[in-house]
Structure formats: structure tokens, C-alpha cells
Nanobody
Framework: QVQLVESGGGLVQAGGSLRLSCAYS????????MGWYRQAPGNEREWVST???????TYADSVKGRVTISRDPDKKTMYLQMNNLKPNDTGIYLCNMEATNLFHTSSSYWGQGTQVTVSP
């Protein structure tokens, strides 16, 4: 069973920074990509950023230039460095992993999320 555990959220003033972490564990054959999503109260879940197994990164226009996604395979951890945070960045940030499971099929795994609150 694969587990994803996010951490690093909190309350920060506009303009501040946070670094989110997503530690993953469990058994799977290979990772295709990992990503971050966020969900604000009353809103749909929104894609934030993705990093492929090859290291290619992509970002939503709303965060481009302010966030950096990275992954440390040795630590089995993915990160999201967020700078110049804005109140609109407030939400629950969730970690996602797309991987090939032990049955050779693709699976999508999610963490429970970490709350980010940005005050004006």
C-alpha cells in the first residue's frame, strides 16, 4: 500500500514563503510523475505543479514564477517551495503520485493534504 504524507503548511502573511513536503512510502513498481494540487473552500480541486520521473516540471499560470517543485528520490520526498505567497494561494495542498502498481497497472495516489493559509 502506498502512502503519501504532506507537511509544511501553516499560516503566513502575504509575501511570505512556505516549503511543503510530501513523503511517500509503500510498494509500487515505478513512478511516472508526482504533483501538487490545492483546494480552497467551495472551489474545485486545482492543479498546481507536476514533476515527471525525468525531472521535467510544469506549473499552473497562477503560481508560475513563485513556486518550485522538486523531488529527492533518496529521501522519497517531493517538495514545493512557495514564495511571494498571496491570499488566493490559501487552501489545502494535496500531494499526488501517478505510478505503476504491483499488478502492472497505473494507479493514482493521494495524500491527506496540508493547510496553507495566507493572510493579507
Amino acid at each position: 500500500q502506498v502512502q503519501l504524507v504532506e507537511s509544511g503548511g501553516g499560516l503566513v502573511q502575504a509575501g511570505g514563503s512556505l516549503r511543503l513536503s510530501c513523503a511517500y512510502s509503500g510498494r509500487f513498481r515505478s513512478i511516472h510523475n508526482m504533483g501538487w494540487y490545492r483546494q480552497a473552500p467551495g472551489n474545485e480541486r486545482e492543479w498546481v505543479s507536476t514533476i515527471t520521473i525525468g525531472g521535467t516540471t510544469t506549473y499552473a499560470d497562477s503560481v508560475k514564477g513563485r513556486v518550485t517543485i522538486s523531488r529527492d528520490p533518496d529521501k522519497k520526498t517531493m517538495y514545493l517551495q512557495m514564495n511571494n505567497l498571496k491570499p488566493n494561494d490559501t487552501g489545502i495542498y494535496l500531494c499526488n503520485m501517478e505510478a505503476t502498481n504491483l499488478f502492472h497497472t497505473s494507479s493514482s495516489y493521494w495524500g491527506q493534504g496540508t493547510q496553507v493559509t495566507v493572510s493579507p
